[in-house]
Structures are given as C-alpha cells and as structure tokens.
C-alpha cells in the first residue's frame, strides 16, 4: 500500500517564506510524477506545481516565480520551497502522485492523481 505524508506547513507572515517536503512510501512500482495541490476555505481544490519523474516542472500562474518544486534523488521526496508568500496563498496544501504519467508525465487535473495526502495547513497573516 502507497502512503503519502506531507510536512511543513505553518504560519507565517506576508512576504514570508516556508517550505513544504512530502514522501512517498510504500513502492509504487512504476515512475510517477508528483503535485502539490491546494484547497483554499469555500474554494475548489486547485494545482500549484508539478514535477515529472524526471523532475520536468509546471506552475500555476498564481505562484509563477514565487513558488520551486524540486525532487530528490531517490525520487521518493519533492518539496515546494514558497516565497514571498500573500494571504491568498491561505490553503490546505495536498501533495499528490500519479502512477501513469511515465517519465515525462505533468498531468494537470486533480482526477489523474492516485494517491493523496492527508494535507498540510498553511496560513498567512497579513
């Protein structure tokens, strides 16, 4: 069984900075690519950044140029480094794989995703 754990949310200023890490365990057994989603309080889930098997990456524009997602070398970690973060980045923030997107795959819907985390919360103070 796949097991996904996010970690590192928190509360933090506006302009701040956080970093979220998230894990995968449990073989997959296949290549697959990773996202972090978010769900804001009354609003639909929604992407923030993808990152392929080999660590080929997508943002959303919201956090275009604040936001890097990134992948260790075992593959089995990626984390989301957020800067300059606003209040509108306010969200359970869900880290997400997807085991038939190959090694180039950035899928960009929420459907395509197999496993989940629990999520993780984020909040920022203005």
């Known amino acids: 069984q796949v097991h996904v754990v996010e970690s590192g949310g928190g509360l933090v200023q506006t302009g701040g900075s956080l970093t979220l890490s998230c894990s995968v365990s449990?073989?997959?057994?296949?290549?697959?690519?990773m996202a972090w989603f978010r769900r804001a309080p009354g609003k639909e889930r929604e992407l923030v950044a993808i990152i392929s098997w080999m660590s080929d990456t997508y943002y959303s524009d919201p956090v275009k140029g604040r936001f890097r997602i990134s992948r260790d070398n075992a593959k089995t970690t990626i984390y989301l480094q957020m800067t300059n973060l606003k209040p509108e980045d306010t969200a359970v923030y869900y880290c997400?794989?997807?085991?038939?997107?190959?090694?180039?795959?950035?899928?960009?819907?929420?459907?395509?995703?197999?496993?989940w985390g629990q999520g993780t919360q984020v909040t920022v103070s203005s």
């Open positions: 449990g073989h997959p057994g296949t290549r697959y690519a």
């Open positions: 997400a794989a997807d085991r038939d997107s190959g090694l180039y795959g950035t899928p960009t819907s929420r459907y395509e995703y197999d496993w």
